[in-house]
Protein backbone atom coordinates (compact mmCIF):
# COMPACT_ATOMS: atom_id res chain seq x y z
CA UNK A 1 0.00 0.00 0.00
CA UNK A 2 2.36 2.61 1.03
CA UNK A 3 4.66 0.83 -1.87
CA UNK A 4 1.72 1.85 -4.30
CA UNK A 5 1.81 5.47 -3.08
CA UNK A 6 4.76 6.41 -2.95
CA UNK A 7 4.72 5.81 -6.71
CA UNK A 8 1.84 7.11 -7.89
CA UNK A 9 3.28 10.68 -6.22
CA UNK A 10 6.93 9.90 -8.23
CA UNK A 11 4.64 9.28 -11.26
CA UNK A 12 2.69 12.51 -10.67
CA UNK A 13 5.64 14.55 -10.31
CA UNK A 14 7.26 13.44 -13.02
CA UNK A 15 4.81 13.88 -15.61
CA UNK A 16 4.57 17.43 -14.30
CA UNK A 17 7.81 18.29 -14.62
CA UNK A 18 7.90 16.42 -18.03
CA UNK A 19 4.86 19.10 -19.03
CA UNK A 20 6.97 22.12 -17.68
CA UNK A 21 9.91 21.06 -19.80
CA UNK A 22 7.40 20.38 -22.99
CA UNK A 23 6.15 24.02 -22.12
CA UNK A 24 9.51 25.79 -21.93
CA UNK A 25 10.85 24.00 -24.92
CA UNK A 26 7.76 24.89 -26.71
CA UNK A 27 7.94 28.46 -25.57
CA UNK A 28 11.76 28.56 -26.61
CA UNK A 29 11.26 26.71 -30.38
CA UNK A 30 7.91 28.88 -31.29
CA UNK A 31 8.96 32.36 -33.47
CA UNK A 32 7.60 35.37 -32.95
CA UNK A 33 6.41 34.87 -29.13
CA UNK A 34 7.51 37.87 -26.68
CA UNK A 35 8.01 37.03 -22.79
CA UNK A 36 5.45 38.42 -20.76
CA UNK A 37 6.03 42.60 -19.95
CA UNK A 38 6.70 42.92 -16.47
CA UNK A 39 3.44 45.36 -15.03
CA UNK A 40 5.21 48.10 -15.12
CA UNK A 41 6.06 47.85 -18.98
CA UNK A 42 1.94 48.11 -19.89
CA UNK A 43 1.28 50.54 -21.91
CA UNK A 44 -1.14 53.14 -19.82
CA UNK A 45 -4.60 53.98 -20.50
CA UNK A 46 -5.23 57.47 -21.48
CA UNK A 47 -7.97 58.96 -19.45
CA UNK A 48 -10.63 60.54 -21.71
CA UNK A 49 -11.12 64.20 -22.06
CA UNK A 50 -14.64 65.31 -20.73
CA UNK A 51 -16.14 68.17 -18.97
CA UNK A 52 -19.42 68.28 -16.85
CA UNK A 53 -21.17 71.50 -16.96
CA UNK A 54 -24.15 72.66 -15.29
CA UNK A 55 -25.54 75.22 -17.98
CA UNK A 56 -22.46 76.99 -18.61
CA UNK A 57 -20.66 76.19 -14.99
CA UNK A 58 -18.15 73.75 -15.15
CA UNK A 59 -19.12 71.60 -12.58
CA UNK A 60 -15.92 68.74 -13.12
CA UNK A 61 -13.71 67.95 -15.76
CA UNK A 62 -11.07 65.37 -16.26
CA UNK A 63 -7.05 65.55 -15.78
CA UNK A 64 -6.75 65.96 -19.83
CA UNK A 65 -9.82 68.40 -20.15
CA UNK A 66 -8.68 70.71 -17.60
CA UNK A 67 -5.04 70.40 -19.45
CA UNK A 68 -6.86 71.57 -22.61
CA UNK A 69 -8.64 74.31 -20.61
CA UNK A 70 -5.22 75.29 -19.71
CA UNK A 71 -3.27 75.32 -23.00
CA UNK A 72 -6.48 77.67 -24.56
CA UNK A 73 -4.70 81.21 -25.31
CA UNK A 74 -8.41 82.94 -24.27
CA UNK A 75 -9.19 84.50 -20.96
CA UNK A 76 -12.02 84.08 -19.45
CA UNK A 77 -15.07 82.04 -18.01
CA UNK A 78 -14.48 78.20 -18.85
CA UNK A 79 -17.53 77.89 -21.23
CA UNK A 80 -16.35 80.74 -23.14
CA UNK A 81 -12.65 79.29 -23.05
CA UNK A 82 -14.11 76.01 -24.32
CA UNK A 83 -16.12 77.49 -27.01
CA UNK A 84 -13.11 79.55 -28.37
CA UNK A 85 -11.32 76.16 -28.63
CA UNK A 86 -14.05 74.14 -30.24
CA UNK A 87 -15.68 76.90 -31.78
CA UNK A 88 -13.57 76.82 -34.72
CA UNK A 89 -13.33 73.22 -35.14
CA UNK A 90 -16.84 72.56 -35.15
CA UNK A 91 -19.62 74.22 -37.29
CA UNK A 92 -22.23 75.34 -35.51
CA UNK A 93 -21.28 74.78 -32.05
CA UNK A 94 -22.67 76.90 -29.74
CA UNK A 95 -26.43 76.42 -32.11
CA UNK A 96 -26.45 72.51 -31.68
CA UNK A 97 -25.12 72.57 -27.83
CA UNK A 98 -27.95 75.23 -27.08
CA UNK A 99 -30.44 71.83 -28.93
CA UNK A 100 -29.07 69.47 -26.21
CA UNK A 101 -31.80 70.00 -23.32
CA UNK A 102 -34.34 68.65 -26.54
CA UNK A 103 -32.74 66.07 -27.91
CA UNK A 104 -30.29 64.74 -24.87
CA UNK A 105 -27.87 63.35 -27.25
CA UNK A 106 -25.99 65.69 -29.89
CA UNK A 107 -22.55 64.34 -31.73
CA UNK A 108 -20.10 66.58 -33.62
CA UNK A 109 -17.40 65.37 -36.65
CA UNK A 110 -15.16 68.33 -37.20
CA UNK A 111 -13.84 68.62 -40.80
CA UNK A 112 -10.57 68.52 -41.71
CA UNK A 113 -7.30 66.35 -42.52
CA UNK A 114 -7.54 65.12 -38.98
CA UNK A 115 -11.14 65.40 -37.28
CA UNK A 116 -11.94 65.68 -33.76
CA UNK A 117 -15.12 64.03 -32.72
CA UNK A 118 -17.61 65.69 -30.24
CA UNK A 119 -20.08 63.45 -28.27
CA UNK A 120 -22.57 65.79 -25.55
CA UNK A 121 -25.44 64.37 -23.51
CA UNK A 122 -27.87 65.34 -20.86
CA UNK A 123 -27.49 62.87 -17.80
CA UNK A 124 -29.20 64.16 -14.52
CA UNK A 125 -29.95 67.83 -15.84
CA UNK A 126 -26.25 67.97 -16.51
CA UNK A 127 -24.19 68.16 -19.84
CA UNK A 128 -21.18 65.91 -19.97
CA UNK A 129 -19.21 66.55 -23.16
CA UNK A 130 -16.53 64.03 -24.39
CA UNK A 131 -13.63 65.19 -26.76
CA UNK A 132 -11.91 62.36 -28.74
CA UNK A 133 -8.96 62.38 -31.16
CA UNK A 134 -9.64 59.30 -33.40
CA UNK A 135 -5.78 59.61 -35.03
CA UNK A 136 -4.56 59.35 -31.19
CA UNK A 137 -6.81 56.45 -30.12
CA UNK A 138 -4.97 52.90 -29.03
CA UNK A 139 -1.79 54.58 -29.93
CA UNK A 140 -0.51 54.92 -26.66
CA UNK A 141 0.76 58.85 -26.28
CA UNK A 142 2.35 59.95 -22.84
CA UNK A 143 0.96 63.57 -23.82
CA UNK A 144 -2.80 64.03 -23.95
CA UNK A 145 -3.83 64.65 -27.67
CA UNK A 146 -6.27 67.18 -27.71
CA UNK A 147 -3.24 69.44 -25.76
CA UNK A 148 -0.69 68.76 -27.78
CA UNK A 149 -3.76 69.90 -30.43
CA UNK A 150 -4.42 73.01 -29.08
CA UNK A 151 -0.34 74.10 -28.61
CA UNK A 152 -0.14 73.11 -32.06
CA UNK A 153 -2.81 75.25 -33.31
CA UNK A 154 -1.86 77.82 -31.63
CA UNK A 155 2.06 77.62 -32.76
CA UNK A 156 0.82 77.45 -36.39
CA UNK A 157 -1.52 80.61 -35.75
CA UNK A 158 1.50 82.23 -34.32
CA UNK A 159 3.71 81.37 -37.64
CA UNK A 160 1.09 82.21 -39.98
CA UNK A 161 0.95 86.06 -38.15
CA UNK A 162 4.42 86.02 -37.96
CA UNK A 163 5.05 85.07 -41.78
CA UNK A 164 1.85 87.35 -42.90
CA UNK A 165 3.31 90.25 -40.77
CA UNK A 166 4.86 93.45 -43.25
CA UNK A 167 7.28 93.89 -40.82
CA UNK A 168 10.50 92.45 -41.21
CA UNK A 169 10.89 90.59 -37.64
CA UNK A 170 14.40 88.18 -36.84
CA UNK A 171 16.35 87.35 -33.72
CA UNK A 172 19.95 87.43 -33.30
CA UNK A 173 21.98 85.47 -30.36
CA UNK A 174 24.40 87.32 -28.33
CA UNK A 175 27.36 86.91 -31.61
CA UNK A 176 24.93 88.82 -33.31
CA UNK A 177 23.84 85.30 -35.65
CA UNK A 178 20.37 85.56 -37.38
CA UNK A 179 19.06 82.41 -35.97
CA UNK A 180 15.35 83.19 -37.04
CA UNK A 181 13.32 85.42 -39.53
CA UNK A 182 9.77 85.75 -40.44
CA UNK A 183 9.22 85.51 -44.22
CA UNK A 184 9.06 89.15 -44.91
CA UNK A 185 12.81 88.85 -43.66
CA UNK A 186 13.58 85.95 -45.92
CA UNK A 187 11.73 87.67 -49.19
CA UNK A 188 14.03 90.93 -48.30
CA UNK A 189 17.32 89.23 -47.45
CA UNK A 190 16.42 86.93 -50.90
CA UNK A 191 17.93 84.16 -48.35
CA UNK A 192 14.39 81.98 -50.13
CA UNK A 193 16.18 80.04 -53.25
CA UNK A 194 12.93 78.62 -54.58
CA UNK A 195 14.39 74.94 -54.07
CA UNK A 196 12.52 72.52 -53.01
CA UNK A 197 15.22 70.71 -51.20
CA UNK A 198 16.96 73.50 -50.10
CA UNK A 199 14.42 76.38 -49.82
CA UNK A 200 16.31 78.85 -47.68
CA UNK A 201 20.10 80.15 -47.49
CA UNK A 202 21.68 79.10 -44.10
CA UNK A 203 23.27 80.97 -42.01
CA UNK A 204 20.84 83.68 -42.78
CA UNK A 205 21.98 86.98 -43.90
CA UNK A 206 22.21 90.45 -41.77
CA UNK A 207 20.44 93.02 -43.52
CA UNK A 208 20.89 95.73 -40.19
CA UNK A 209 24.06 96.14 -38.15
CA UNK A 210 22.40 96.83 -35.09
CA UNK A 211 25.37 97.18 -32.69
CA UNK A 212 25.69 95.04 -29.80
CA UNK A 213 23.21 93.21 -27.67
CA UNK A 214 23.21 96.48 -25.20
CA UNK A 215 21.83 99.00 -28.10
CA UNK A 216 18.45 97.29 -27.65
CA UNK A 217 17.77 99.04 -24.65
CA UNK A 218 17.78 102.37 -26.92
CA UNK A 219 14.81 103.65 -28.80
CA UNK A 220 14.00 102.98 -32.43
CA UNK A 221 16.48 103.65 -35.32
CA UNK A 222 16.55 104.89 -38.46
CA UNK A 223 17.96 102.66 -40.27
CA UNK A 224 18.63 102.65 -44.54
CA UNK A 225 18.87 99.17 -46.32
CA UNK A 226 20.62 99.68 -49.71
CA UNK A 227 19.08 97.30 -52.33
CA UNK A 228 21.23 96.24 -55.55
CA UNK A 229 19.63 97.71 -58.62
CA UNK A 230 17.28 100.12 -57.10
CA UNK A 231 18.08 103.79 -57.54
CA UNK A 232 16.19 104.66 -54.11
CA UNK A 233 16.97 103.38 -50.62
CA UNK A 234 14.90 101.86 -48.45
CA UNK A 235 14.10 103.35 -45.11
CA UNK A 236 13.41 101.26 -42.03
CA UNK A 237 12.33 101.91 -38.21
CA UNK A 238 14.21 99.65 -36.19
CA UNK A 239 13.18 98.05 -32.64
CA UNK A 240 14.77 95.86 -31.00
CA UNK A 241 14.20 93.63 -27.38
CA UNK A 242 16.57 92.25 -25.48
CA UNK A 243 16.25 88.69 -24.00
CA UNK A 244 18.10 85.99 -22.34
CA UNK A 245 19.24 84.14 -25.57
CA UNK A 246 19.73 87.43 -27.50
CA UNK A 247 17.56 89.69 -29.27
CA UNK A 248 14.26 90.30 -30.81
CA UNK A 249 14.19 92.50 -33.93
CA UNK A 250 11.67 94.65 -35.74
CA UNK A 251 11.93 96.37 -38.63
CA UNK A 252 9.10 98.75 -39.90
CA UNK A 253 8.78 100.17 -43.15
CA UNK A 254 9.37 104.15 -43.02
CA UNK A 255 9.54 105.25 -46.61
CA UNK A 256 6.43 107.08 -46.36
CA UNK A 257 7.55 108.65 -43.07
CA UNK A 258 10.97 109.67 -44.74
CA UNK A 259 9.27 110.83 -47.82
CA UNK A 260 6.26 113.20 -45.71
CA UNK A 261 9.75 114.73 -44.28
CA UNK A 262 11.09 115.19 -47.31
CA UNK A 263 8.57 116.91 -48.70
CA UNK A 264 7.57 118.72 -45.28
CA UNK A 265 11.48 120.13 -45.73
CA UNK A 266 10.80 121.51 -49.20
CA UNK A 267 7.47 122.97 -48.37
CA UNK A 268 9.56 124.90 -46.04
CA UNK A 269 12.30 125.69 -47.49
CA UNK A 270 9.86 126.77 -50.60
CA UNK A 271 7.94 129.01 -47.86
CA UNK A 272 11.34 129.76 -46.47
CA UNK A 273 12.17 131.43 -50.13
CA UNK A 274 8.82 132.95 -50.16
CA UNK A 275 8.90 134.35 -46.87
CA UNK A 276 12.04 136.35 -47.92
CA UNK A 277 10.62 138.91 -50.24
CA UNK A 278 7.75 139.60 -47.69
CA UNK A 279 8.10 143.29 -46.26
CA UNK A 280 6.01 141.97 -43.28
CA UNK A 281 8.58 140.71 -40.37
CA UNK A 282 7.83 136.78 -39.39
CA UNK A 283 8.46 134.94 -36.71
CA UNK A 284 7.42 131.43 -35.81
CA UNK A 285 7.69 129.50 -32.64
CA UNK A 286 7.58 126.04 -32.19
CA UNK A 287 5.34 124.53 -29.38
CA UNK A 288 8.82 124.72 -27.26
CA UNK A 289 8.62 128.55 -27.86
CA UNK A 290 12.11 128.10 -29.77
CA UNK A 291 11.95 130.44 -33.14
CA UNK A 292 12.03 127.58 -35.65
CA UNK A 293 11.46 130.20 -38.86
CA UNK A 294 12.17 133.97 -39.76
CA UNK A 295 12.80 135.92 -42.75
CA UNK A 296 14.70 138.16 -43.56
CA UNK A 297 12.31 141.25 -43.16
CA UNK A 298 12.31 140.27 -39.27
CA UNK A 299 16.20 141.18 -39.11
CA UNK A 300 15.96 144.21 -40.97
CA UNK A 301 12.61 145.52 -38.39
CA UNK A 302 14.14 144.79 -35.25
CA UNK A 303 17.28 145.14 -35.65
CA UNK A 304 17.98 141.80 -34.34
CA UNK A 305 21.79 140.07 -35.12
CA UNK A 306 20.82 136.95 -38.05
CA UNK A 307 23.71 135.26 -35.45
CA UNK A 308 21.21 135.49 -32.38
CA UNK A 309 18.49 134.55 -34.75
CA UNK A 310 19.55 131.60 -35.85
CA UNK A 311 20.57 130.17 -32.64
CA UNK A 312 16.95 129.72 -32.31
CA UNK A 313 16.19 132.30 -29.18
CA UNK A 314 13.46 131.03 -26.55
CA UNK A 315 9.90 133.71 -27.09
CA UNK A 316 10.94 134.89 -24.12
CA UNK A 317 14.75 135.74 -24.91
CA UNK A 318 13.54 137.20 -28.35
CA UNK A 319 11.33 139.96 -26.18
CA UNK A 320 13.79 140.71 -23.94
CA UNK A 321 16.35 140.86 -26.97
CA UNK A 322 14.00 143.45 -28.34
CA UNK A 323 13.20 145.62 -25.36
CA UNK A 324 17.09 145.71 -24.86
CA UNK A 325 17.27 147.17 -27.94
CA UNK A 326 14.40 149.62 -27.25
CA UNK A 327 12.45 148.25 -30.43
CA UNK A 328 9.42 147.88 -28.06
CA UNK A 329 7.85 150.65 -26.54
CA UNK A 330 8.69 150.27 -22.67
CA UNK A 331 5.23 149.25 -20.55
CA UNK A 332 5.04 150.93 -17.78
CA UNK A 333 4.81 147.76 -16.05
CA UNK A 334 7.05 145.17 -17.74
CA UNK A 335 5.68 142.14 -16.00
CA UNK A 336 2.17 142.88 -16.56
CA UNK A 337 2.93 143.03 -19.66
CA UNK A 338 5.50 139.62 -19.91
CA UNK A 339 2.53 138.29 -18.34
CA UNK A 340 0.14 139.06 -21.65
CA UNK A 341 2.37 137.41 -23.53
CA UNK A 342 2.31 134.16 -21.79
CA UNK A 343 -1.72 134.48 -21.88
CA UNK A 344 -0.83 134.32 -25.26
CA UNK A 345 1.39 131.24 -25.23
CA UNK A 346 -1.38 129.60 -23.57
CA UNK A 347 -4.52 130.56 -26.07
CA UNK A 348 -6.94 128.79 -28.01
CA UNK A 349 -6.03 128.40 -31.29
CA UNK A 350 -9.34 131.30 -32.16
CA UNK A 351 -7.21 134.13 -29.51
CA UNK A 352 -5.26 136.70 -30.81
CA UNK A 353 -2.54 138.80 -29.70
CA UNK A 354 -3.27 142.62 -31.87
CA UNK A 355 -0.90 145.62 -30.46
CA UNK A 356 0.63 148.57 -32.10
CA UNK A 357 4.35 149.68 -31.01
CA UNK A 358 5.19 153.02 -31.14
CA UNK A 359 9.02 153.67 -30.74
CA UNK A 360 10.97 156.47 -29.46
CA UNK A 361 12.24 156.68 -33.13
CA UNK A 362 9.31 157.70 -34.50
CA UNK A 363 8.43 154.24 -36.28
CA UNK A 364 4.92 152.46 -35.72
CA UNK A 365 5.26 149.03 -35.86
CA UNK A 366 1.72 146.43 -35.96
CA UNK A 367 2.73 143.75 -34.23
CA UNK A 368 -0.08 140.32 -34.62
CA UNK A 369 0.37 136.87 -32.32
CA UNK A 370 -1.34 133.87 -33.75
CA UNK A 371 -1.53 130.73 -31.62
CA UNK A 372 -1.71 127.90 -33.95
CA UNK A 373 -3.54 124.57 -32.42
CA UNK A 374 -0.57 122.34 -32.85
CA UNK A 375 1.05 124.46 -30.18
CA UNK A 376 2.80 127.05 -32.20
CA UNK A 377 3.23 130.71 -32.48
CA UNK A 378 3.41 132.89 -35.10
CA UNK A 379 4.20 136.77 -34.80
CA UNK A 380 4.26 138.92 -37.35
CA UNK A 381 5.50 142.74 -37.17
CA UNK A 382 4.61 145.43 -40.10
CA UNK A 383 6.03 148.85 -40.13
CA UNK A 384 2.79 151.26 -40.44
CA UNK A 385 4.79 154.35 -40.12
CA UNK A 386 3.54 155.55 -43.19
CA UNK A 387 -0.15 154.32 -42.65
CA UNK A 388 -0.37 155.90 -39.84
CA UNK A 389 1.35 159.51 -40.84
CA UNK A 390 -0.92 159.29 -43.75
CA UNK A 391 -3.92 158.81 -41.40
CA UNK A 392 -3.30 160.92 -38.89
CA UNK A 393 -2.47 163.43 -41.67
CA UNK A 394 -6.49 162.93 -42.82
CA UNK A 395 -7.58 163.05 -39.17
CA UNK A 396 -6.07 166.66 -39.01
CA UNK A 397 -7.58 167.47 -42.54
CA UNK A 398 -10.91 166.11 -41.67
CA UNK A 399 -10.98 168.30 -38.53
CA UNK A 400 -9.51 171.15 -40.17
CA UNK A 401 -12.42 170.99 -42.67
CA UNK A 402 -15.04 170.51 -39.88
CA UNK A 403 -13.49 173.78 -38.32
CA UNK A 404 -13.83 175.54 -41.34
CA UNK A 405 -17.35 174.54 -42.13
CA UNK A 406 -18.40 175.13 -37.59
CA UNK A 407 -17.07 178.95 -38.38
CA UNK A 408 -19.50 179.88 -41.72
CA UNK A 409 -22.90 181.07 -40.48
CA UNK A 410 -24.88 179.34 -42.79
CA UNK A 411 -26.01 176.18 -41.53
CA UNK A 412 -24.99 173.42 -44.19
CA UNK A 413 -25.70 169.48 -44.15
CA UNK A 414 -23.87 167.04 -46.83
CA UNK A 415 -26.11 164.11 -48.26
CA UNK A 416 -24.82 160.66 -49.64
CA UNK A 417 -26.00 160.19 -53.08
CA UNK A 418 -27.92 157.20 -51.33
CA UNK A 419 -29.56 160.46 -49.39
CA UNK A 420 -28.02 159.83 -45.86
CA UNK A 421 -26.77 162.74 -43.98
CA UNK A 422 -23.48 162.68 -43.81
CA UNK A 423 -21.68 166.14 -42.65
CA UNK A 424 -23.18 169.05 -41.01
CA UNK A 425 -22.06 171.72 -39.24
CA UNK A 426 -22.91 173.86 -35.61
CA UNK A 427 -24.82 176.11 -37.51
CA UNK A 428 -27.00 173.15 -38.68
CA UNK A 429 -27.41 171.90 -34.82
CA UNK A 430 -27.81 175.71 -33.75
CA UNK A 431 -30.65 176.51 -36.58
CA UNK A 432 -32.50 172.91 -36.31
CA UNK A 433 -31.84 172.10 -32.56
CA UNK A 434 -30.13 168.89 -33.08
CA UNK A 435 -26.44 167.59 -33.59
CA UNK A 436 -27.03 164.82 -36.54
CA UNK A 437 -23.27 163.82 -35.04
CA UNK A 438 -25.08 162.25 -31.68
CA UNK A 439 -27.61 159.91 -33.33
CA UNK A 440 -27.33 156.75 -33.15
CA UNK A 441 -28.42 155.48 -36.46
CA UNK A 442 -28.75 157.16 -39.98
CA UNK A 443 -30.13 160.27 -41.04
CA UNK A 444 -31.87 159.90 -44.56
CA UNK A 445 -33.51 162.48 -46.46
CA UNK A 446 -36.62 161.91 -45.77
CA UNK A 447 -36.07 162.41 -41.94
CA UNK A 448 -34.36 165.53 -42.11
CA UNK A 449 -37.63 166.93 -44.25
CA UNK A 450 -39.73 166.35 -41.41
CA UNK A 451 -37.06 168.29 -39.13
CA UNK A 452 -37.22 171.38 -41.60
CA UNK A 453 -40.93 170.92 -41.96
CA UNK A 454 -41.79 170.85 -38.35
CA UNK A 455 -39.36 173.76 -37.85
CA UNK A 456 -41.02 176.08 -39.95
CA UNK A 457 -43.87 177.18 -41.21
CA UNK A 458 -46.21 175.53 -44.15
CA UNK A 459 -43.95 175.94 -47.34
CA UNK A 460 -43.85 173.42 -50.67
CA UNK A 461 -40.26 173.84 -50.90
CA UNK A 462 -39.37 170.97 -48.22
CA UNK A 463 -41.20 168.36 -51.15
CA UNK A 464 -38.91 170.16 -53.91
CA UNK A 465 -35.69 169.82 -51.55
CA UNK A 466 -36.43 166.24 -50.86
CA UNK A 467 -36.94 165.40 -54.50
CA UNK A 468 -33.92 167.14 -55.24
CA UNK A 469 -31.58 165.13 -52.68
CA UNK A 470 -32.99 161.93 -53.85
CA UNK A 471 -32.52 163.02 -57.71
CA UNK A 472 -29.74 160.66 -59.70
CA UNK A 473 -28.18 162.23 -62.49
CA UNK A 474 -27.49 165.76 -63.80
CA UNK A 475 -29.36 167.99 -61.52
CA UNK A 476 -29.22 172.35 -61.70
CA UNK A 477 -29.01 174.07 -58.23
CA UNK A 478 -31.93 176.31 -57.25
CA UNK A 479 -32.65 178.28 -53.82
CA UNK A 480 -35.45 179.43 -52.21
CA UNK A 481 -36.96 181.04 -49.18
CA UNK A 482 -38.62 179.66 -45.79
CA UNK A 483 -39.74 181.15 -42.43
CA UNK A 484 -39.13 179.34 -39.57
CA UNK A 485 -41.43 178.81 -36.55
CA UNK A 486 -39.58 181.77 -34.57
CA UNK A 487 -40.23 183.95 -37.30
CA UNK A 488 -36.75 183.93 -38.58
CA UNK A 489 -36.52 184.30 -42.30
CA UNK A 490 -33.98 181.73 -44.12
CA UNK A 491 -32.97 181.46 -47.33
CA UNK A 492 -32.20 178.19 -48.57
CA UNK A 493 -29.96 176.57 -51.36
CA UNK A 494 -29.66 173.08 -52.61
CA UNK A 495 -26.28 172.67 -54.76
CA UNK A 496 -25.31 169.10 -56.21
CA UNK A 497 -21.69 168.64 -55.74
CA UNK A 498 -18.94 166.16 -56.36
CA UNK A 499 -19.62 162.32 -56.56
CA UNK A 500 -23.48 162.60 -56.69
CA UNK A 501 -23.78 164.38 -53.16
CA UNK A 502 -25.94 167.32 -52.35
CA UNK A 503 -25.43 170.36 -50.25
CA UNK A 504 -28.22 172.05 -48.55
CA UNK A 505 -27.25 175.57 -47.20
CA UNK A 506 -29.53 178.23 -44.71
CA UNK A 507 -28.49 181.26 -44.20
CA UNK A 508 -30.53 183.64 -41.56
CA UNK A 509 -31.88 187.03 -43.46
CA UNK A 510 -32.99 190.14 -41.46
CA UNK A 511 -36.52 190.15 -39.85
CA UNK A 512 -39.23 191.14 -42.34
CA UNK A 513 -42.42 193.30 -41.24
CA UNK A 514 -45.63 191.29 -40.03
CA UNK A 515 -47.41 191.46 -43.14
CA UNK A 516 -44.15 190.09 -45.06
CA UNK A 517 -43.87 186.77 -43.03
CA UNK A 518 -45.68 184.51 -45.75
CA UNK A 519 -42.89 182.16 -47.72
CA UNK A 520 -41.65 183.46 -50.34
CA UNK A 521 -41.70 181.60 -53.42
CA UNK A 522 -38.38 179.62 -54.31
CA UNK A 523 -35.95 180.88 -57.22
CA UNK A 524 -33.93 178.29 -59.71
CA UNK A 525 -30.75 179.56 -60.83
CA UNK A 526 -30.56 179.95 -64.48
CA UNK A 527 -27.63 178.30 -66.69
CA UNK A 528 -24.43 180.00 -67.12
CA UNK A 529 -25.48 181.00 -70.52
CA UNK A 530 -28.91 183.04 -69.61
CA UNK A 531 -28.79 186.07 -68.39
CA UNK A 532 -30.78 187.34 -65.22
CA UNK A 533 -33.43 185.61 -63.52
CA UNK A 534 -36.95 183.97 -64.52
CA UNK A 535 -39.79 184.19 -62.36
CA UNK A 536 -42.56 181.96 -62.37
CA UNK A 537 -43.27 177.88 -63.22
CA UNK A 538 -40.35 175.49 -63.93
CA UNK A 539 -42.16 172.96 -66.90
CA UNK A 540 -38.76 170.70 -66.25
CA UNK A 541 -39.44 170.77 -62.68
CA UNK A 542 -42.94 170.11 -61.12
CA UNK A 543 -42.42 170.67 -57.80
CA UNK A 544 -40.60 173.95 -58.11
CA UNK A 545 -43.33 174.97 -60.18
CA UNK A 546 -45.72 174.32 -57.71
CA UNK A 547 -43.92 176.11 -54.88
CA UNK A 548 -43.96 179.09 -57.10
CA UNK A 549 -47.89 178.92 -57.57
CA UNK A 550 -47.98 178.85 -53.91
CA UNK A 551 -45.50 182.06 -53.08
CA UNK A 552 -47.07 183.89 -55.90
Not at 96 to 106: H, I, S
Not at 274 to 289: M, S
Request: charged share 25%; hydrophobic share 45%.
Amino acid sequence: MALNLAFGLTLVTTSIGSALASLMLLSALAPGRRPPRKLAEVEPVMEETVFLFDDQALIDASAPARALMEATPLRGSDWARLCAFLGPRFERFEAELARLAECGLVELQAKGPAPLRLKAEMISGLARITLSDPEAEGQGRMVDALSLRAMEDELEGLREAADAAPALAWRQDARGEVTWANRAYLLQSGALTGDAEDPCLWPLPRLFDLGPASAAAQPARRMRLDVPGEDKPLWFDCHSLETAGGTINFALPANATVRAETALREFVQTLTKTFAHLPIGLAIFDRQRQLALFNPALIDLTTLPAEFLSGRPTLFSFLDRLREARMIPEPKDYRSWRQQMTELEKAASTGQYHDTWTLPTGLTYQVTGRPHPDGAVALLIEDISAEVSLTRRFRSDLEMGQAVIDSLPEAIAVFSPAGVLVMSNAAYARMWGTDPATTLGEVGATDSMRLWQGASLPNPIWTGARDFISQIGPRTDWTGEAVLTSGQRISCRFQAIAGGATLAGFLPQEADPPLALAARRPRRRRDAGAAGERHGEDPGNEPLAAAGRAGA
